[in-house]
């Protein structure tokens, strides 16, 4: 299937958002927004991969294996990268100062990464994740299971009603002021959140299959007008009553369009990498802000240097990238390596 590289661009604008949020810049449309437009886009693909290359024996099974192989690498290699971090300073500190608070402290420190070590956001009780973003991809990919489940079941059922259903459950939902990224026991919200706009994305995609997208394509000064306001309104006014879930799915189809205006702007090879780099960034940022912030910026500060806010993002950023670009390398050729050895010994 053809890469739509525009969509990787977007997707790495994105996972920016939110890591810059998370040292206190806020980048419209913010970092809700920011995840489930992500989301969004992931049930674009999931479509495609749904309507135009699946095989007649590939089922729900067989999509999730495909995505552990391809993320929880990266997933993995991010949550032991934290985990280590953290558990060694607590472990530092306790050396220095030998106590029981310092041991309590460190035992909070493990047990707080219990959710992220498996994969949960909590467990009945709360639990002070770490690294929330690591278990957002987790819902991401167990929501994708379902959906991806829905559509092997019964694709016409499940895209006339169960999909509209969800969609209107979450805006019912959205709009009563529930706050469904919060923790709610043995009951996980979040799953929630990412189920509705993989179900977005999915009838996205669809819509593309229809005789109407025909139609629609060729009013083409009319459609890359709506394309271009649509996008403008998510960066102005994504968190408006939630409009960006009505105007997200105008964007991706401008994306996907080969002969749009957007797409003849963003569709470039330059752009291959975001995709893959979009997802690092996601990953890697926690543990980047907690070392900068806890250890550079301090000791910079100890010796007379003090950075401003926009200084400090600079230097976050820059860090960031080189950082995700390297373990994107590593991560790559690590399990390459495992494959060829795989592939010898069944040989």
């Given at each position: 299937m053809k890469r739509m590289y525009s969509l990787d661009l977007l997707k790495l604008l994105l996972a920016y958002v939110v890591a810059f949020f998370h040292v206190g810049i806020l980048i419209p449309p913010g970092p809700t927004v920011a995840v489930q437009i992500f989301f969004i886009i992931s049930g674009f693909f999931l479509g495609r991969k749904f309507y135009?290359?699946?095989?007649?024996?590939y089922n729900q099974w067989d999509y999730t294996l495909d995505h552990v192989r391809s993320l929880y690498p990266h997933y993995l290699f991010s949550m032991i990268v934290l985990f280590l971090y953290l558990t060694m300073r607590e472990i530092v500190y306790l050396v220095k100062e030998p106590g029981w608070s310092q041991v309590g402290a460190l035992l909070r420190s493990v047990y707080n990464q219990i959710p992220d070590i498996l994969l949960l956001q909590s467990a009945y009780h709360f639990h002070d994740s770490m690294n929330y973003p690591l278990w957002q991809i987790s819902a991401l990919l167990i929501a994708g299971y379902f959906v991806f489940g829905l559509l092997c079941y019964n694709e016409k059922l499940s895209r006339m009603l169960v999909f509209p259903a969800a969609i209107l459950m979450i805006q019912s939902l959205l709009?009563?002021?529930?706050?469904?990224?919060?923790?709610?026991?043995p009951f996980y919200m979040p799953l929630l959140r990412a189920f509705s706009p993989l179900c977005i994305g999915v009838l996205t995609y669809y819509f593309?299959?229809?005789?109407?997208?025909?139609?629609l394509k060729e009013k083409t000064v009319f459609f890359n007008v709506i394309s271009i306001l649509a996008l403008f309104s998510i960066v102005a006014f994504g968190d408006y009553d939630i409009i960006f879930l009505m105007t997200t799915p105008i964007v991706l189809l401008a994306c996907f369009e080969e002969h749009s205006w957007m797409n003849r702007v963003l569709n470039r090879s330059l752009f291959r990498g975001c995709g893959k780099l979009s997802f690092a960034v996601y990953l890697n940022h926690a543990l980047i802000q907690?070392?900068?912030y806890a250890v550079c910026f301090t000791r910079l500060e100890r010796l007379g240097i003090s950075l401003n806010d926009y200084q400090r993002g600079v230097v976050y950023g820059v860090i960031l990238t080189a950082y995700s670009v390297f373990t994107l390398y590593l991560v790559e050729k690590l399990k390459n390596n495992y494959t060829e050895r795989s592939k010898a010994a069944v040989r």
């Open positions: 135009t290359n699946r095989q007649p024996d709009n009563t002021g529930v706050d469904l990224w919060a923790n709610y026991g593309t299959v229809t005789a109407y997208w025909a139609k907690r070392f900068l």
